[in-house]
């Protein structure tokens, strides 16, 4: 007669392997591609179609100010193509300070390792300007002040954009830049500019005139003004 295996055995195995389906599921589905947040495309250096869809995705919430989403989608991007520079690029980026919220100190570990992996990977020289600027607005560990870096960032973004003067997303970065400077003080008591603003307007007055569906200078131009 067959020895049977007790079915309190069989249990644990069974739901062992439901929950080991479930998880490669949840992982394959965790970061979905978006069909309704525009057609802003930005060609990177990347072996992987998909990879390349990720970061665009990331590209554009990050335009949004949805910056744990972007987040999703470039690490997404760094998964299917871990050469892939401008993938940790993003990642980097995603991670800094923007015009609504300081920089998490804790985030500064982070974006130094994925700069570091960026520096590693594949990129053209215009991407690899791109890190290198990216690599001033970071320090770890982070100061308590970050006037300096951010100003050094905004400096080596023009730099990237006097290099590459028709790469309308270097000059929307870099209005970006000079935007995170003083957040939300981009006007004096009387209406008049303050020190940044002029150039702030100029860089995305330019990319919206080349470009009038630009996402990212579209929304910055909005908060400028």
């Known amino acids: ?62 335009y949004a100010f949805n910056h744990q989403e972007a987040l999703r989608a470039f690490r997404e991007a760094v998964r299917l193509d871990p050469a892939c520079a401008m993938c940790h690029w993003g990642i980097a980026l995603s991670l800094g300070p923007n015009i609504n919220a300081p920089m998490d100190p804790a985030a500064a570990e982070p974006a130094v390792a994925a700069l570091q992996r960026a520096r590693e990977g594949q990129a053209s020289d215009a991407e690899r300007a791109l890190v290198d600027a990216l690599a001033a607005r970071y320090a770890n560990p982070a100061p308590e002040n970050r006037s300096a870096l951010d100003r050094a960032y905004a400096e080596a973004m023009a730099k990237v954009v006097r290099q590459y003067p028709d790469n309308q997303d270097a000059a929307a970065l870099y209005a970006e830049a000079l935007m995170d400077i003083s957040p939300w003080q981009y ?39």
């Open 1 to 62: 007669m067959k020895r049977r295996t007790p079915l309190c055995r069989l249990q644990p195995l069974a739901l062992a392997l439901l929950l080991a389906s479930a998880v490669v599921q949840a992982q394959t589905a965790a970061v979905p591609l978006y069909d309704n947040l525009g057609n802003h495309q930005y060609l990177i250096t990347t072996s992987d179609p998909q990879a390349q869809r990720y970061f665009d995705q990331g590209l554009r919430l990050y």
């Open 187 to 225: 006007w004096e008591p009387d209406g008049e500019p303050r020190p940044d603003t002029p150039q702030i307007l100029s860089q995305l007055e330019r990319v919206i005139a080349a470009n009038p569906q630009h996402p990212g200078a579209c929304h910055f131009f909005i908060h400028a003004v």
